[in-house]
């Protein structure tokens, strides 16, 4: 079965105003006194990843794009930007890791059961996005080779060596979009495999049937493409022996319309037949959602995960209720769940049978009221159908709570 993953841009961007006054905090050697708001936006971008049941998050690349982040000249010297325009004024040297922070921050904040896959812009396409302005550099090609020598390699080892990554993702979006591949864009790749510990995913962006043939020839686990705008390459990588899995990119990352699960089940299903049943490693957003609404990107994914589980586990099947016979009462008590309009907290009290209070916990968190009594369950004599009920009301009363309403009522005769 694929795990859902995303590409790695997520629109989780934290305010103008916080990063200049991050900024300009950190410049006066305070940086430590306020939270970075980078931070805030990875965490964000987790919780939306791990919610919409994406099970290889990144963290979200909120940071900069994938051009940016990798020839910062805060971590790259050598390196001089003028607007959105990167020139390479002498030989590069790396000051620093570009990624390492952010991953063991996301690492940290997600359970142990969700892996990370973190984007790191291959040096084929950093090599093509800078402008070489002095004499430092012959050619591009010169350039691509000190770059993966010297940022991208660095990058990966130091991720590895981390524990914190289970994938890692190379970005190749400039390789689709050219005529030609030279030869030195397998040249470097072989470099990466020489020194891989972890399993690489290659991304490539666009139309690649024609170069479908060379991308089996990298030294990678997974080809991850887009399948959703190019589905000849459903024909083009279906005709060719390789080795590799195959990363499916099944929801458009470029409309605002959110896919129906069945218009993406579809494409899964069909790209399972077409593939081969064990070929396909992820299913994922054709591209980074960086330029998407967050609801939309949000919303993508969602359906992508609930898609992937109609097509591998079958359409879920209706619940029936079930009343709650006297049998199944709890032999000690009952909760009473009522709303302090003064304090707006959820007040919930377990009395015995002969309505007495037995314990009484207040607050306007209902997990933190659940959590207390589902502690203190076996002591008093909770039983587990009795927790679920209570659930469902801790639920009723913080919506209520929440409208700004003051009127709850409990359900208590069925």
């Known amino acids: 079965m694929p795990k859902t993953t995303t590409i790695g841009s997520y629109p989780t961007f934290p305010k103008p105003e916080d990063v200049e006054y991050y900024l300009t905090i950190s410049s006066h050697g305070l940086g430590d006194e306020v939270v970075d708001p980078y931070l805030w936006s990875i965490d964000e971008a987790l919780e939306d990843f791990t919610s919409a049941g994406i099970e290889v998050p990144s963290t979200g690349q909120s940071r900069g794009d994938l051009y940016s982040l990798f020839l910062d000249p805060k971590v790259v010297k050598g390196i001089h930007w003028n607007g959105a325009e990167a020139f390479v004024e002498k030989k590069i040297q790396r000051r620093a890791s570009t990624r390492l922070a952010d991953v063991l921050h996301a690492r940290s904040a997600l359970p142990s059961h969700y892996e990370i896959k973190e984007p790191v812009t291959d040096a084929y396409t950093l090599a093509r996005f800078a402008k070489i302005s002095t004499g430092s550099y012959r050619d591009t090609r010169e350039l691509a080779k000190d770059i993966n020598r010297k940022i991208v390699i660095p990058e990966i080892e130091d991720l590895q060596k981390s524990g914190a990554v289970s994938w ?45 043939a060379i991308l089996t020839k990298t030294k990678v686990h997974t080809i991850s493409l887009d399948f959703y705008h190019y589905p000849r390459l459903f024909d083009e990588a279906s005709r060719h022996n390789y080795d590799q899995l195959i990363g499916l990119g099944c929801t458009d990352s470029q409309n605002l319309r959110v896919e129906s699960v069945e218009e993406t089940g579809k494409m899964i299903d069909f790209a399972r037949s077409k593939l081969g049943e064990d070929r396909i490693q992820f299913v994922h957003p054709h591209c980074g959602q960086r330029n998407l609404n967050r609801e939309v990107a949000y919303g993508k994914n969602v359906t992508l995960t609930l898609a992937r589980d109609d097509v591998y586990f079958g359409r879920p099947e209706e619940a029936q209720s079930s009343r709650l016979a006297s049998k199944d009462y709890d032999p000690r008590g009952y909760f009473l769940v009522s709303i302090l309009k003064e304090s707006r907290e959820i007040l919930v009290t377990y009395y015995s049978y002969k309505h007495v209070p037995i314990r009484r916990l207040r607050s306007r968190s209902a997990e933190k009221i659940f959590q207390s009594f589902n502690e203190e369950a076996d002591r008093l004599g909770i039983g587990r159908r009795h927790l679920a009920y209570l659930t469902l009301e801790l639920g009723r009363a913080e919506a209520t709570l929440q409208s700004g309403a003051n009127n709850y009522r409990q359900k208590v005769i069925e």
């Open 168 to 212: 890692i993702q190379l970005d190749s979006p400039a390789i689709a979009a050219e005529s030609f591949t030279p030869d030195y864009f397998l040249e470097l790749y072989e470099e990466v495999a020489s020194v891989a510990e972890l399993p690489i995913v290659i991304h490539a962006c666009g139309d690649t049937s024609r170069i479908f």
